[in-house]
């Protein structure tokens, strides 16, 4: 895997635009603070993106808000025409589902265009937290000076193959370069500082200087971002073994502990902040399945933090903590919107962009004003009412032209001659 500046198309340019971000970050709290910490430049660029995103984060909230009020009108029509398959059942079951769209001022795929805004985003994201070097200057220089005297040194290349190929790192097209050096240095675990050291002795002052440096932007509250919490654990485990117990390493076991599972924990609290959208009990195996998913996904990010480095696990901890503050403040902010309000400034920006197009305003039938769920076409009422007058009709003939007891054997017998004499005439 190359891990130097994403080239995948969208998410290559936007992982360039967020490395800006990230490296203006990165200066301004060396340039202001002398603080050169990339753990803490992780939490504060999460947040600078998080909020950058607030308002699709805010309208897609009002579109689920919108949708958990419309969606017993959606499945009233989907039950309507559940069993009528023909063309025009089908057209007028898009028709009035476009209608109750139209009804709210809300577009069928509102919610489908955030998300799709969002994900490039958020790839992006990913990318540029887990090579940070590619993206910012300040821990790229830091690693210049010791790439050049390897790239000047007879075997350093056969070395730093190795050490790449056991990082799953691949130069590909790059080749052995300053930056394909880099990405490799960046993932270099202790152990390979200190083999590097010994391999090449004229240079391990500079070997020790930049390792500690590296590990000087690296450390977040005792860890080691680069690395991830299981081998912390495994590292933490043996210094015990061989020193005795000691505070930092239990503090060491903690904090390995600590990520995998906040993050665990942070993300299950986004599921249930984060709207639900009433479901109807035709829609149970796909509720069922977004439950599924709610309670999988937390675990499954206990499992990948618990393997990857340190720095996305913090990442992915700082984003959910965000994401949920931003939750709260959002469910706040909606609970105090009139819906009726929001609906009619739905409407006018709906013209407003058909004024645009030189269309005529829409149009909402009154079938879509009403609630839905009780929607029945004027003819099927005119029938049910014609079928109920002729049956009352039927029995009262009945019952006038019979002396026998109603509901009595004799009477039964005369309603059939009845029907028989009426049919004849």
Not at 141 to 156: M, T
Not at 317 to 344: E, F, M, P, Y
Not at 368 to 391: D, G, L, M
Request: glycine share 4%.
């Amino acid at each position: 895997m190359l891990l130097t500046k994403n080239t995948t198309f969208i998410i290559g340019p936007v992982a360039e635009i967020l490395g800006y971000i990230m490296d203006a970050i990165f200066n301004f709290c060396s340039t202001l603070f002398n603080i050169e910490n990339i753990g803490l430049c992780i939490i504060l660029f999460t947040i600078v993106i998080y909020l950058l995103m607030l308002p699709l984060t805010i309208r897609q909230q009002k579109f689920a808000k919108l949708s958990a009020k419309m969606n017993p009108e959606i499945q009233a029509i989907n039950k309507k025409y559940k069993d009528k398959k023909d063309q025009v059942s089908m057209t007028k079951m898009q028709e009035e589902t476009k209608g109750v769209y139209a009804k709210y001022g809300v577009s069928p795929t509102g919610s489908c265009l955030q998300v799709i805004i969002q994900m490039p985003i958020l790839f992006a994201l990913y990318r540029v937290i887990w090579n940070v070097p590619a993206y910012v200057s300040g821990v790229k220089n830091a690693f210049i000076p010791l790439v050049e005297k390897l790239q000047n040194i007879s075997g350093s290349q056969d070395f730093m193959d190795t050490v790449a190929s056991s990082n799953n790192i691949n130069y590909g097209k790059l080749g052995y370069t300053t930056d394909s050096i880099v990405d490799t240095l960046y993932k270099f675990k202790p152990e390979n500082w200190t083999d590097l050291a010994e391999k090449f002795p004229d240079i391990s002052s500079l070997v020790t200087k930049t390792q500690t440096q590296i590990d000087h932007m690296n450390n977040f509250m005792g860890l080691n971002i680069v690395n991830s919490p299981f081998s912390i654990l495994q590292n933490s485990i043996k210094a015990i073994s061989a020193d005795g117990i000691s505070g930092g390493a239990i503090w060491l076991i903690i904090a390995a502990l600590m990520i995998p599972v906040l993050s665990g924990v942070t993300q299950w609290l986004n599921t249930k902040l984060t709207p639900q959208t009433n479901q109807s009990t035709d829609e149970g195996t796909m509720a069922s399945s977004m439950k599924t998913m709610n309670t999988v996904m937390p675990l499954m990010s206990v499992v990948f933090c618990f393997t990857l480095p340190a720095g996305m696990g913090l990442y992915w901890i700082a984003g959910s903590v965000i994401r949920s503050i931003i939750q709260i403040a959002t469910n706040s902010h909606l609970n105090k919107i009139d819906l009726d309000d929001l609906v009619k400034k739905n409407i006018e920006k709906e013209n407003k962009k058909r004024e645009k197009k030189g269309l005529p305003p829409q149009k909402i039938s009154n079938q879509a004003r009403t609630n839905v769920r009780n929607i029945e076409s004027p003819s099927s009422k005119q029938n049910s009412e014609e079928k109920k007058k002729k049956i009352q009709n039927s029995t009262e003939y009945y019952n006038n032209h019979s002396n026998a007891k109603p509901g009595s054997l004799a009477a039964k017998a005369r309603m059939v001659q009845k029907y028989n004499d009426k049919n004849k005439k």
